[in-house]
């Protein structure tokens, strides 16, 4: 029986898990048991999400839906590839929440540990040009993947101008006093491998190299050549570090 794989997409407007994992979800099949739910606040399951305010509320909101999903699958324990501030945090906040029902963890691109962003991408200007903008600097080389960025600008446009979208990704990037405390990332003891692109502009790889220092059982592995989207710029490279960690 094939070991469970939690696939846990990353945090972009209209963003959904079919969108984020199309590239890589069918070359894990081979070795995983995938299960890649849309997270609250994206894709199918935008309704249901209000009142969710702050980036550590949101990530453990997320971690208690996957724990959801693991029951109604009758599955005790899994792996975890989670990308940036959406599936990333959501995985720290699972193995921090129920360390029993994890095995070990992938996450992408600082998983959401870095400070908040400047502005929140996309809706101060929710136009087809701004979605293009915005997914071509997740991207080491837009000119490399121009036909996926055109594709992908359309079906997140589309998701992203959604009733309740807005509100809902707004408010995962509100900076608030109150809410769950910080993860203590010490308690942290699975093991975690952190991938990030050399080329990040999301992220810069120092967020990657905190996060790995303040993780008891994790190491770094710096993806040369790659964006923030590491699984689009460097698909067989990705799809190796992941299976050659996830089955050690």
């Known amino acids: 029986m094939k070991p469970p794989l939690v696939l846990l997409h990353g945090g972009g407007p209209g963003v959904d898990a079919d969108s984020n994992w199309g590239g890589v979800r069918s070359r894990l099949s081979g070795e995983f048991r995938c299960l890649a739910p849309d997270l609250l606040g994206f894709g199918t399951r935008i309704a249901g999400s209000a ?3 702050g980036p550590r509320a949101w990530a453990a909101a997320r971690a208690r839906q996957v724990l959801d999903i693991l ?16 599936g990333g945090a959501a995985a720290l906040a699972l ?6 029902r994890v095995d070990r963890a992938v996450v992408m691109g600082g998983a959401g540990t870095g400070p908040l962003p400047a502005a929140v991408p996309f809706y101060d200007a929710p136009t087809r040009e701004s979605m293009r903008a915005t997914l071509g600097r997740l991207v080491a080389d837009e000119g490399v993947h121009g036909e ?3 594709e992908l600008t359309g079906i997140r446009l589309r998701q992203a101008l959604r009733p309740g979208a807005e509100p809902a990704f707004r408010s995962m990037f509100a900076d ?8 203590d990332l ?11 692109g050399e080329c990040d502009l999301v992220s810069p790889v120092e967020v990657s190299e905190r996060l790995v220092a303040a993780l008891p059982g994790a190491r770094l592995a710096v993806v040369a050549g790659a964006g923030h989207w590491i699984h689009v710029d460097r698909p067989d ?3 190796s570090l992941v299976g050659e960690f996830l089955s050690a």
């Open 95 to 100: 193995a921090s929440m129920a360390p029993e």
């Open 148 to 150: 996926l960025l055109d």
């Open 176 to 183: 608030v006093e109150d809410g769950p405390p910080p993860l």
């Open 51 to 53: 009142g969710i305010t």
């Open 71 to 86: 029951d109604d699958h009758g599955l005790d324990r899994v792996h975890l590839v989670g990308n940036s501030a959406a």
């Open 237 to 239: 490279e990705f799809c």
């Open 186 to 196: 010490t308690k942290i003891v699975h093991p975690v491998l952190a991938l990030h």
